[in-house]
């Protein structure tokens, strides 16, 4: 009984002593940083060049327009070294043949999401690298074919991803370039056979219509190269965009130029809570500069 009172004593005497130095330790007061939201949006309009042997031997050539928007972010855990990017791009295609006599449709969809780890290694300019994840599809249509008028398109992938940014004065308007390349590395995408209908893919015959992509068959870059001009809170942002695709399966080639000009507006945005308002002492972290 002696011992077992002698050990609660003891015991009650480290928790007041414990309770004690944690409470002796200055409290963090430093406010969580403030992470604006750099967003895109714009417009693109340019030329483009089809080539689907699923559908056609001949190459197509026409305008193409999309929808682009971007959007980064500095990363809640070591905010100052890592942002994220998330995109979403839809195009839309028309086409013809050499003869003028026959129309081919594209419309494609892109959305990925990355990480990169930023570097600064000199004034004004930003270097980050990294990779993402991407879903693609779409559809190629040609009215001209009569049992296989349309060729789908579908992949997801992992790419290698950064960005280039240099922000300077021309007279007195500031001005930020940036280029942005976007590179898949692996993954996976659908195709048919050669001839195969898609009623026969409807009616059950699912072998073989995904494949593994690598540089050999399926190959992609998205090299984007903008000039931000910015007259005050929210920035004129004009630039030009390349697209590369080229797939090989089964026997079918795919290939899908695009040339753009880009325009549209740009900003960083700061959501605020009214009832929590921002510390004046916050430090703000940019998510590209």
Sequence with gaps: MKHTLILTIALAAWALLTQAAHASEPADTTPPPLRPVFAAYTFEAGSSH????????????????????????????????WTMRLHANLGLDRTQNPSGNATMWALMFDFDWGM????????GLTL?????????????YNSRNGNNPASAKGA??????????????????????????????????????????????????????????????????????TADLHFGAT????????KVFSSEINHITTNILTNSLVIGVSGEWLSVNPRRLPSSEAKLIQAIY
């Design 50 to 81: 089809l080539t689907d042997t699923y559908l056609t031997p001949l190459k197509y050539t026409g305008w193409h327009a999309g929808l682009d928007y971007m959007r980064y972010q500095a990363m809640k855990f070591s905010p100052e070294k």
């Design 116 to 123: 990169m780890r930023r570097f600064n290694p000199a004034r």
């Design 128 to 140: 980050a690298v990294g990779g993402s994840t991407s879903i693609q599809a779409g559809c190629l």
């Design 156 to 225: 997801w992938t992992v790419n290698l991803t950064g960005y280039a940014a240099y922000r300077l004065n021309i007279g007195r308007l500031p001005v930020t370039f940036m280029y942005q390349p976007t590179l898949p590395v692996t993954g996976i995408f659908f195709a048919p056979d050669y001839g195969e209908l898609y009623y026969e893919i409807y009616l059950g015959d699912h072998s073989g219509l995904v494949h593994g992509a690598w540089w050999g068959n399926y190959f992609s870059l998205d090299n984007l190269l």
């Design 235 to 242: 920035n004129l942002r004009l630039g030009y965009r390349c």
